[in-house]
């Protein structure tokens, strides 16, 4: 049976999501639209879901009986509350990263999400579902370079906008490693520092760049990553692995390897838009799937809240210079798998 989906938030990424559930994959349709801003979310169904119904508010969808899960796609400050009615309301939602702007937000839902006692809350934390780092996964989880025992990344912008400042460096940019690299190790971080350097003079007044931030997980496993967002050379996402037996790392994206000019080259990309582009296929295919059987099977709500928890340590950390404890509440019995 089709998937009757209802998207809050028909912005960059929620059109791109309503293109992929509407047409795109299989087993989705989307029924039903909202957007704070009514002209987008006409534009967005006149585009590509005429048939949708235009909602008010992201309350009203979630309470049409035509919508039998949700996309929520607006702005971070507004998912605690869509999650939570589409809780409350039973139906299964998929919520774009952050699943909420503060760790107790969080909690609030993965309470509410227990409560209600059935899986039905997903956290678009697409990296999880890129080939390279579920490549990269099974070689460390089948133990072919032996334990991890550390691992050196790095995530480069070539720019940032001007509005991108303060502490973005960690709350929209790591977030996304603060996810993967758990998922990837499958340990949980229990501290986090963050070592400043000499600022780039590519960054803007308000924002420190590039940093290093050092994660350490329950088993040891040291994880350095560089955060730098104004590297002017391209969008670049690294990963490497050192086990007991060996070291594993991320691959590059496809590119043509070219000689030419007394150089050998090869480009590297610079929208980060497209470098996980296809995950975000898999993602929400996958999530499709899973909803249709009553189940979630990707970045969950506690995942959410234990990335909000990291995100949260790591500004302390950069704040104050000091090694910050990660102190996640108890992970309930409900998610352990
Ligand atoms: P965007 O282009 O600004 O779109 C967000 C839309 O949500 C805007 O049209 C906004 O309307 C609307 N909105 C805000 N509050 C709302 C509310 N209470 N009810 C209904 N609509 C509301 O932003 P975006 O880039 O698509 O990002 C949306 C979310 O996706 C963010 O949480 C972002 O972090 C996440 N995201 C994730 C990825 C990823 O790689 N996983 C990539 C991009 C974005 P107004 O413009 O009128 O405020």
């Not at 997903?122 to 025992?149: C, H, N, W």
Request: proline share 5%.
């Amino acid at each position: 049976m089709t998937l009757d989906i209802g998207v809050i938030g028909t912005g960059a990424i929620g059109r791109e999501h309503i293109a992929r559930l509407h047409g795109k994959l299989a087993g989705s349709r989307i029924v039903a639209l909202n957007d704070m801003d009514r002209d987008s979310a006409r534009a967005a169904g006149a585009a590509l879901c005429p048939e949708a119904r235009l909602h008010d508010s992201g309350q009203a969808l979630i309470a049409d009986p035509a919508v039998k899960a949700v996309v929520v796609a607006s702005w971070g400050p507004s998912h605690e509350e869509f999650v939570l009615a589409a809780i409350a309301a039973g139906k299964p939602v998929f919520c774009e990263k952050p699943l909420a702007t503060t760790a107790e937000a969080c909690l609030r839902i993965v309470e509410a999400e227990v409560a209600a006692g059935r899986p039905l809350v997903q956290v678009g934390f697409m990296r999880r579902y890129d080939a390279g780092y579920r490549m990269l996964k099974e070689i460390v989880s089948t133990g072919r370079i032996g334990a991890p025992l550390m691992l050196h990344c790095a995530h480069r912008n070539p720019t940032v906008p001007a509005h991108y400042t303060g502490d973005m460096g960690i709350t929209d940019t790591f977030i996304h490693e603060i996810d993967v690299l758990r998922w990837l190790v499958g340990n949980d971080y229990v501290s986090a520092q963050v070592i400043k350097g000499r600022k780039s003079r590519h960054a803007g007044p308000d924002l420190e760049d590039p940093y290093l931030v050092i994660l350490k997980t329950r088993s040891g496993i040291v994880i350095d990553t560089e955060i730098f967002v104004n590297c002017q050379f391209g969008y670049d996402i690294q990963c490497q692995v050192v086990g007991e037996d060996g070291a594993a790392s991320l691959p590059e994206p496809p590119a043509v390897p070219m000689r030419q000019a007394s150089m050998a080259s090869s480009a590297i990309m610079m929208d980060w838009k497209l470098r996980f582009i296809d995950s975000y296929d898999v993602e929400l295919q996958e999530w499709v799937d899973a909803t249709r059987q009553g189940r979630v099977t990707g970045p969950t709500a506690w995942d959410g809240y234990f990335a909000a928890v990291t995100s949260d340590a790591c500004v302390e950390a950069k704040r104050t210079g000091q090694i910050v404890a990660i102190d996640a509440v108890e992970a309930p019995d409900f998610y352990r798998s």
